[in-house]
Structure formats: structure tokens, C-alpha cells
């Protein structure tokens, strides 16, 4: 078994006070909590397949598999470093060794009850089979984290967990909210690296990563010795600058809501060669088994948006209580963008009928809006695999190739516009409606049979 752990601190000018936070010695290192230090960790653990208990009678099954979650409300920028490039929320993404359909619905299942889903809850695209959820208790992801239940992880910001070929590898990243201590233990390689941002040498293309690192038991140098270290991480995903945001407000037309994304215009392309902008425009979204995205309503009424794909339950006829997939995922290209907004229709589903109420709330989920930018420098393209931090993912990632780029932009509901009423049946006369519809066929009945 393999354990690193990262320490990052992103402001270069506490690089001072972040380092004496540590006391390394021969065979253990302890970190004390700053409040003037913000400090994230990545806690790495890699293992054979089969000594990984949530996943044992599975891992034999699948081709490969991918467990990610950030929370968006809690990880901050200086998260990008070991999460940023995850989805938002829970996600779970698997490739199954088969084609046969109740194989791979018991393979659902079985990575499903590790946080509570049903194997029927998960949807297939062309690369993966996955399940979503916008939030997840911490609760749920214990049994994911048990190898791990010692750290005491108060509030886990990001979670990535991959199978590659005979190994697991079980990524966490969390704030420091309390003194730590890492000892050498048996059989377990460790290396504890100290890092801070460079910020002279580093851009929104390049982070130069500063600092020291230590292993236990020591595999070069004398224990208890830091060695300096000083990389280069060429992520695949960026991120714009915080000026550079677009909006999302939800209009209210019933049950045909239609979603506005707005401030596009400062939304500008990375970069641009020969007069021609190398990047293109997209904007991926999951939506929950309340809604979906009618691929001939958005053909009709968005003139510049372009839906590349969209998978999962889109049966118009279904209403949200018999639909039993977590929802639906689409990538759509934005055309046009300089024009400054686009429109996305969506479509409800009608709810179930409450008491006392007319109206019922759901939450949508603001998606993801980037640049797909084409890399063509070669050396770029080959220290991108090499990114120990960040690594391709199941999901949307799989619709560009493994040269594509992407620059992230931030967004942010507009007035807390994510809320939105709709109407449904008040139970309170559900009763005398089914008397009155079955009153009514009945009568219906009698006549046809009496006109025989």
C-alpha cells in the first residue's frame, strides 16, 4: 500500500509562516492548524484491487470505474489544485465487461448501495453507465471513506476514487481544521509533500509547485530530511479569472421554463491564433428526474445553442414519481456567444399531489460553461498525462479527445433564481376528483352498453 499527502497553500506570500506549521522528524511529521494559513490536503491511499471492501465483488466486473465528488459549496479556489476539475456534486461512472443488460444493472447495484442508490437509478451514455446527485451527506460517502475513518475528515471538499487496471486509488481533499500527525507504519510507503504556489513563474496555463518533501521510510536522504522540490503542473483544466462569470436565471412559464444564461459576452475565447479563435463554446448540465431537455423543443426556440448530446430519462409522458433514473445529462455547444445571452427550454414533469398545497419547490442545478480549446503544443499535450493531481474523467470529458483543453468560467444564479414553483394537485380533493372520473366513465360505460 502506497499513502501520499499533499499540503497546499496557495498564497505565496505566507510560504514562511505555512512551512513552520510543520516539525518533521525521523519517522513521523506533525502539522499544526493556522488560522492566518489556510492549508487544503490531499490524502492519497493506492492499494491492490482486492484489499479495496466497497468494491471487492465488483472490481472483476468492470472495465473501469470512477467516484468523484465536489462540494461546490464549500470547496474554494484553492481546491482547483486537487478537485477542480471533478463535476459538481456525487457522481459515480462505470464501464462494464458486458453487454448483458441484467449483468450490468447488478454491477449498478452493487456500487450503488454504497451510498444509498439503487441500480436502477443510473443512466447509460456511450462511455459510461452513471449515476448523479447535486448534494450528498457525508454520512453516505462513509462507506466509501472507511479506510480512511482515522483522519476525523470533518468536511470532505472533494473525493476521487479510480480503478486503473489492478489498483484503487482513494483521493480526498479537505480543509486542515485541526493538528495532524503522520507516522511511518508498516508496509505502507509514505510521502508527505509541502507545497506552496510560486506565483512569479505561474499562470492560469502553468502552476509552479514549491516546497519539500518527505518519505517514510526514507527512500533518499537521511530521515526526518526534507528534500526541496520544485514542478511544473500543466493542468487540463483552468480557470478564468473571477471577472470573467456569466448568469443564470430561470424565466417562469409554467411547466416550459426556460433557463438564461446571460454576460456571455465577457466571456471571451483563451486565446486566439492567426485571427481565428482555437476554442468553442459549451455548456454541460445534469437535471434531476424533475425536468429534462426536449431535443425538438431546443431545435426550435434556441437559435444559438446546438445540443451535442443528452442521455438518460426523456419519456415526456412520465411524470416525476414514475420515473426511476436519477434524471438526465446534456452537452449543448452555445453559438453566437457574443450576442450575450442564450435560451435552453426545459420541460417538467408534473409532481405528486400534496396536501394543503398547490405548488411544490425543485432546485436546479447551475451546469458547467467552458471552452473546449484544442492544445498544439506537442509538449504541452504530453506533460498533461502527467498531471499527478488531475486525471480524465468518465464523463463529459470523453466527448473531445485527449488533446482538448478546458477553461472553466464561474457562474452564479441571478436574485437565488434556482428555486422554482410548480403547480400541482392539493390532495385535499384528490379524492373527490377519482370519485368524479370514475363517476364519470361509468356513466360513459352504461351509455355505450346501452346503445348496443
Known amino acids: ?115 444509498g442508490a439503487q441500480g436502477d437509478e443510473f443512466i447509460v451514455t456511450p462511455f459510461s453507465v452513471n449515476y448523479h446527485k447535486k448534494r450528498i451527506d457525508n454520512y453516505d460517502l462513509l462507506p466509501l471513506l472507511d479506510l480512511l475513518r482515522k483522519l476525523k475528515i470533518e468536511e470532505v471538499h472533494g473525493l ?27 508496509g505502507i510507503q509514505t510521502e508527505v509533500a509541502i507545497l506552496h504556489l510560486d506565483e512569479k513563474l505561474s499562470n492560469i496555463e502553468n502552476y509552479a509547485l514549491k516546497g519539500v518533501r518527505f518519505q517514510y521510510p526514507a527512500v533518499e536522504g537521511p530521515p526526518g530530511k526534507g528534500l526541496e522540490t520544485l514542478f511544473q503542473v500543466i493542468p487540463r483544466h483552468r480557470f478564468l479569472p473571477d471577472e470573467i462569470s456569466f448568469k443564470g436565471t430561470l424565466e417562469h412559464v409554467g411547466m416550459h421554463p426556460k433557463l438564461k444564461l446571460s454576460g456571455l459576452e465577457n466571456v471571451k475565447p483563451p486565446f486566439i491564433q492567426e485571427g481565428e479563435s482555437l476554442c468553442r463554446l459549451f455548456y454541460y448540465t445534469p437535471l434531476s428526474k424533475h425536468s429534462f431537455i426536449d431535443r425538438y423543443m431546443i431545435q426550435d426556440q434556441s437559435e444559438n445553442v446546438n445540443l451535442v448530446a443528452g442521455f438518460g430519462e426523456m419519456n415526456l409522458e412520465k411524470p416525476e414519481w414514475a420515473v426511476k433514473k436519477w434524471g438526465s445529462e446534456y452537452l449543448m455547444e452555445i453559438l453566437n456567444y457574443k450576442e450575450g445571452e442564450a435560451l435552453i427550454p426545459l420541460h417538467l414533469r408534473y409532481g405528486d399531489v400534496a396536501k394543503d398545497t398547490q405548488y411544490s419547490e425543485i432546485d436546479f442545478e447551475l451546469g458547467d460553461l467552458f471552452y473546449a480549446c ?60 377519482d370519485i368524479a372520473t370514475l363517476s364519470l366513465v361509468g356513466l360513459g360505460a352504461i351509455y355505450l352498453i346501452s346503445c348496443l
Not at 449483468?103 to 456500487?111: F, L, P, V
Not at 486503473?164 to 511511518?184: A, C, G, Q, R, W
Not at 498533461?384 to 482538448?404: A, H, P
Request: with cysteine.
Open 374 to 433: 484544442d492544445s498544439i503544443d506537442i509538449q504541452e499535450q504530453a506533460v498533461l498525462e502527467r498531471n499527478v493531481f488531475q486525471k480524465r474523467s468518465l464523463g463529459y470529458e470523453r466527448y473531445f479527445d485527449n488533446k482538448t483543453l478546458f477553461y472553466h468560467a464561474k457562474g452564479h444564479w441571478q436574485n437565488n433564481s434556482d428555486v422554482y414553483e410548480v403547480p400541482i394537485g392539493d390532495s385535499t380533493y384528490a379524492k373527490h376528483i
Open 160 to 186: 476521487d476514487i479510480q480503478l486503473v487496471d489492478s489498483k484503487v486509488f482513494v483521493d480526498v481533499s479537505y480543509p486542515l481544521k485541526s493538528t495532524m500527525n503522520i507516522k511511518e507504519e508498516d
Open 1 to 115: 500500500m502506497e499513502r501520499r499527502v499533499t499540503f497546499y497553500a496557495k498564497e505565496q506570500l505566507k510560504a514562511d509562516s505555512f512551512y513552520n506549521l510543520f516539525s518533521p522528524e525521523e519517522t513521523e511529521i506533525t502539522i499544526s492548524e493556522s488560522k492566518d494559513v489556510p492549508i487544503s490536503i490531499q490524502y492519497r491511499l493506492t492499494f491492490p484491487k482486492e484489499l479495496y471492501p466497497p468494491l471487492e465483488s465488483i472490481v472483476e466486473r468492470v472495465a473501469s470505474l470512477r467516484i468523484t465528488y465536489r462540494n461546490e459549496e464549500l470547496a474554494g479556489e484553492s481546491e482547483n489544485m486537487f478537485c477542480g476539475h471533478l463535476a459538481s456534486g456525487f457522481n459515480a461512472y462505470f464501464v462494464p465487461l458486458t453487454m448483458d443488460q441484467n449483468e450490468i444493472w447488478s454491477i449498478a447495484d452493487k456500487i450503488g448501495s454504497q451510498f
